[in-house]
């Protein structure tokens, strides 16, 4: 199938390979020269492992191929993805200017296409959107007759540092369709996949999203806050989530404490649901509780620091992690920013590492930054593990502590040993540890 794919971020850059990967053509689309530069010089703008090398097999066998050229590129193709951003305005209501402005680069290309086509929405955007919002300017700028458009809603439940795996992978596909045309389309393009392929409106694909990632996020503040008792009352609460985990209903998956979430998916859905949800006057109680105790974590880092440290101001205090998980550069609502900003705010002199993220971290903040862990915790008073790569779980603590000024490390990952870092000499401090 001849496939076009509008965006060329995490979501579009892994469809497009793991689609050509399929021996489907596929063009990736972007009006931003230089991302289609580096890709067609197999170069991935963005850091994921296994997308690189799976990009440049497309490139090779050519299958894949970047362009600017977007409007003929859709004409040329039997079936189009928006996968383009969809962030949050100040109020948390998704802004959906990228996504008008996709669909009506689509209308202005099938002006000049005979027969049929079928633009399927993979951004995330809420219930509604896709029949309210896309469909309608798209049959405006083009001027086509709705029996030979096929409209659909394919939400994508890829994990950033295992995008591509999920991708091959996935353990469901949402096919959400408002016609016959883009039903069939999408039931072939995923015909390879075995896996269960639930059929529904494009509004409940929507949904299905949005509740999803909500679902998850609520169970990720859940889990801090008992974490936040548990540090009260003298609790390892390990060994609570390892007993919550063994009941079938509820799971051993997300059941971590930490410094909260972040990324470009959790904050940002959850605001955009509970909006869309005021916005009908539907109350969201749930969603609000979840990012109230999302916003506290990091704060408690800080003053996990400043208890252990007595005075913030005039401290050297080493932030090892910027990113919001492993495996990836996406620095979005990363919890690293409010501990940074904070700290910074309070007079500490902050130096910060990470293996990835520190270039798209320096966009945000303008913090020093070191080219390795070793160096970014020289003669520190105060050490934060922010983000659990593996670098930083296999440090070699005794080392560590002879390089530092302090012997104060704060976990906000739980990325450690605490019982080590305790004999080793470290006053050691982590969410979930009375």
Same mark, same amino acid.
């Given at each position: 199938?001849k496939?076009s794919?509008?965006?060329?971020?995490?979501?579009?850059?892994?469809t497009?390979?793991?689609?050509?990967d399929?021996?489907? @053509?596929? &063009?990736?689309l972007?009006?931003?020269?230089?991302k289609?530069?580096?890709?067609?010089?197999?170069?991935?703008?963005?850091?994921?492992p296994?997308?690189?090398e799976?990009l440049?097999? *497309?490139?090779?066998?050519k299958n894949?191929?970047g362009s600017t050229?977007?409007? @003929?590129?859709i004409r040329?193709?039997?079936?189009?993805f928006?996968c383009?951003g969809?962030?949050?305005?100040?109020?948390?209501n998704?802004?959906?200017?990228y996504?008008?402005?996709?669909?009506?680069?689509?209308?202005?290309a099938?002006r000049?296409?005979n027969g049929?086509?079928t633009?399927?929405?993979?951004s995330?955007v809420v219930?509604?959107?896709?029949?309210? &919002?896309?469909?309608?300017?798209?049959?405006?700028?083009? *001027?086509?007759?709705r029996?030979?458009?096929?409209?659909?809603?394919?939400?994508?439940?890829?994990?950033?540092?295992?995008a591509i795996h999920?991708? @091959?992978n996935?353990?469901?596909?949402?096919?959400?369709?408002?016609d016959?045309?883009?039903?069939?389309?999408?039931?072939? !393009?995923?015909?390879?996949y075995k896996?269960?392929k639930l059929?529904?409106s494009?509004?409940t694909?929507?949904l299905?999203?949005y509740?999803?990632?909500s679902?998850l996020?609520?169970?990720?503040?859940? &889990?801090?806050e008992?974490a936040n008792?548990?540090?009260v009352?003298?609790?390892?609460?390990q060994e609570?989530?390892e007993?919550?985990? !063994?009941d079938s209903?509820?799971?051993?998956e997300f059941l971590?404490?930490?410094?909260g979430f972040?990324?470009?998916?959790?904050p940002k859905d959850?605001?955009?649901?509970?909006?869309?949800?005021k916005?009908s006057?539907?109350?969201?109680?749930?969603?609000?509780?979840?990012?109230e105790?999302?916003?506290i @974590?990091p704060?408690i880092?800080?003053?996990m620091a400043e208890?252990?440290?007595?005075? =913030?101001k005039?401290?050297?205090?080493a =932030?090892?992690?910027?990113?919001?998980?492993?495996?990836t550069?996406?620095?979005?609502?990363?919890?690293?920013?409010?501990?940074?900003?904070?700290l910074?705010?309070?007079?500490?002199?902050v130096?910060?590492?990470?293996p990835?993220?520190m270039a798209?971290?320096k966009?945000?903040i303008d913090?020093?930054?070191?080219?390795t862990p070793?160096l970014a915790t020289?003669k520190?008073d105060?050490?934060? =593990?922010?983000t659990?790569w593996?670098?930083?779980?296999?440090l070699?603590?005794?080392?560590?502590?002879?390089?530092?000024?302090g012997n104060?490390? =704060?976990?906000?990952?739980?990325?450690?040993?605490?019982?080590?870092?305790?004999?080793v000499?470290?006053?050691?401090?982590?969410?979930?540890?009375?």
């Open positions: 199938m496939v794919v509008i965006g060329t971020g995490y979501v579009g850059l892994v497009g390979a793991t689609l050509a399929l021996d489907n @053509q596929v &063009v990736c972007d009006i931003l020269e230089e289609i530069n580096m890709l067609n010089s197999g170069n991935s703008p963005i850091y994921e296994g997308l690189e799976l440049r097999k *497309g490139l090779k066998n894949l191929v050229e977007i409007e @003929q590129n040329n193709s039997d079936i189009t928006i383009v969809t962030p949050s305005d100040n109020n948390g998704i802004d959906l200017s996504i008008k402005s996709a669909s009506s680069s689509i209308g202005r099938l000049d296409k049929k086509h633009v399927i929405v993979k995330t219930p509604l959107t896709t029949e309210d &919002v896309v469909l309608p300017n798209i049959l405006k700028k083009s *001027g086509w007759k029996e030979n458009l096929g409209i659909g809603m394919n939400p994508e439940f890829l994990r950033e540092g295992s999920d991708a @091959q996935p353990d469901r596909i949402v096919i959400g369709f408002a016959d045309v883009a039903r069939k389309a999408l039931k072939e !393009l995923y015909n390879p896996c269960k059929e529904c494009p509004r694909a929507e299905i999203k509740a999803s990632n679902f996020a609520t169970k990720i503040s859940f &889990v801090n008992m008792m548990s540090n009352w003298g609790i390892d609460f609570v989530a007993g919550m985990g !063994l209903r509820i799971s051993a971590r404490a930490g410094a972040g990324g470009s998916c959790f959850v605001k955009a649901l509970a909006a869309a949800a916005n006057e539907v109350e969201s109680l749930m969603l609000k509780a979840t990012l105790v999302n916003d @974590q704060k880092i800080v003053k208890e252990r440290l007595g005075v =913030i005039g401290k050297k205090i =932030i090892l992690g910027l990113a919001f998980k492993p495996d550069d996406d620095v979005r609502e990363s919890r690293s920013e409010i501990v940074v900003r904070e910074m705010e309070k007079g500490a002199s130096v910060a590492h990470d990835e993220g798209n971290f966009k945000i913090v020093k930054m070191a080219p070793e020289e520190a105060c050490a934060i =593990i922010m659990e593996g670098l930083y779980k296999n070699d603590l005794e080392s560590l502590l002879e390089r530092m000024n104060v490390l =704060i976990d906000g990952r739980r990325a450690l040993n605490a019982k080590k870092a305790d004999e000499g470290f006053d050691y401090k982590t969410i979930g540890l009375g």
